[in-house]
């Protein structure tokens, strides 16, 4: 055993001095962690201030499932439920339980009509500075009226309850199997829905709807209506293909309007050029009367032409030379309410590189 050294040699006052090294960095470390946590408790806690103040502050149901969304919380605070920087900052299991089961409760208003869409906020606090925030409101008109979407909500449920259910043998059938009689083509106007008009029931008519309910010839290539037409004809069998017009179309408009040797990159353009057969026709036989009556003239005539323009399909063709298909135009004027139908005879039709002829048969005037 050696003597204890004295407190006045070099050995000794190197000790001592490594010593309270030691024991001042341990401190300053611990002094950082409780720093750090508090400082990531103080910035949750910003975050919970200012989700507080936001409407709907929960919403209890996931919208989006399968989304990136769907990793989000109830509390919308952005971290999952099993954060790590929560087990930090709360340093408690149980602590964390409790922060992660509370949920803002929201006004009776927006229970009632859980819609909400988000809006760019220029300002934000928090984690969230330096980012764009969002605020939740609910989906009202501008002016504060009647919610949209709780308006939808009603009439759907008012269609489960007066028809779903009271007829739920009906839909049944239809969930496994459609056996339409009818392909209808028709205008995107939202002033026209065919099945509100003509009063089409679920499983009766497959749709396609299109700006100015055109149909455009085999030539032109893929589109979804020709996509619909094969489906509906070689799938579904249906027996009756009805194209329907209407009144104030604005797509006929468009085509009437374009000059002949500008090329547009308008989409509308591009497709309403598929009826220019009917233009040509229009500008020929009604030369001399207003744009409006020239209008009204072109919007039958492009009716007609897309009834010719079926025929160029050779699936179409051999269904209504078989007497298994018929052709159908009609035209919808919501000005007085009033619908013309009729018939294309195939036998006295025909396609040609000028647009073909046709002729109707079978006309009818509903007043």
Same mark, same amino acid.
Request: hydrophobic share 35%; glycine share 6%.
């Given at each position: ?80 439920? &099993?954060?790590?920087? #929560? +087990? ?6 149980? %602590? ?5 089961? @509370?949920?803002? !409760? ?46 939808? &909500?009603?009439?759907? #449920? +008012? ?6 259910? %009271? ?5 049944? @059938?239809?969930? !496994? ?59 579904? %069998? ?130």
């Amino acid at each position: 055993m050696g003597q204890r050294p004295s407190s006045q040699t070099p050995l000794y006052k190197e000790a001592l001095t490594n010593y309270h090294v030691l024991v001042f960095r341990r401190a300053k470390c611990k002094r950082g962690k409780r720093s750090m946590v508090w400082r990531i408790h103080s910035k949750i806690c910003s975050i919970g201030s200012t989700m507080a103040s936001l409407r709907p502050y929960s919403i209890s149901w996931d919208p989006f499932p399968c989304s990136p969304f769907s990793g989000l919380t109830n509390s919308f605070s952005g971290f999952p439920r &099993k954060s790590p920087v #929560l +087990s930090t900052a709360f340093n408690s299991g149980t %602590e964390l339980a409790k922060a992660d089961e @509370t949920h803002f !409760e929201s006004p009776g208003s927006v229970k009632r009509n859980p819609i909400a869409r988000l809006e760019a906020s220029g300002d934000s606090i928090g984690l969230t500075q330096g980012l764009p925030s969002f605020k939740l409101d609910n989906v009202t008109n501008s002016d504060g009226g009647v919610d949209l979407f709780g308006e939808m &909500k009603h009439r759907f #449920l +008012s269609f489960k309850k007066h028809r779903f259910l %009271e007829e739920s043998e009906h839909f049944r @059938t239809l969930a !496994e199997v459609q056996s339409p009689k009818f392909m209808v083509i028709a205008c995107a106007d939202s002033r026209v829905c065919p099945s509100n008009i003509l009063g089409f029931q679920p499983g009766e008519a497959f749709m396609i709807r299109n700006v100015a309910n055109l149909v455009p010839p085999l030539e032109n290539g893929p589109s979804e209506t020709n996509a619909a037409l094969e489906f509906a004809v070689n799938t579904l %069998e249906v027996e009756n293909i009805l194209v329907i017009g209407h009144s104030s179309c604005a797509g006929i408009q468009a085509l009437m309007s374009m000059q002949d040797d500008v090329d547009s990159s308008s989409f509308v353009a591009k497709w309403v050029v598929n009826a220019k057969v009917a233009k040509s026709r229009t500008e020929s036989a009604a030369a001399n009367i207003s744009f409006d009556q020239q209008c009204r003239h072109c919007e039958k005539e492009s009716i007609n032409c897309s009834l010719l323009n079926l025929l160029t399909y050779p699936w179409i063709e051999h269904r209504v030379r078989t007497g298994l298909l018929s052709i159908h135009g009609g035209y919808y004027d919501f000005l007085d309410c009033t619908f013309e139908k009729w018939t294309l005879d195939f036998n006295e039709s025909s396609v040609g590189a000028d647009g073909g002829r046709y002729l109707v048969k079978d006309a009818a005037f509903w007043c």
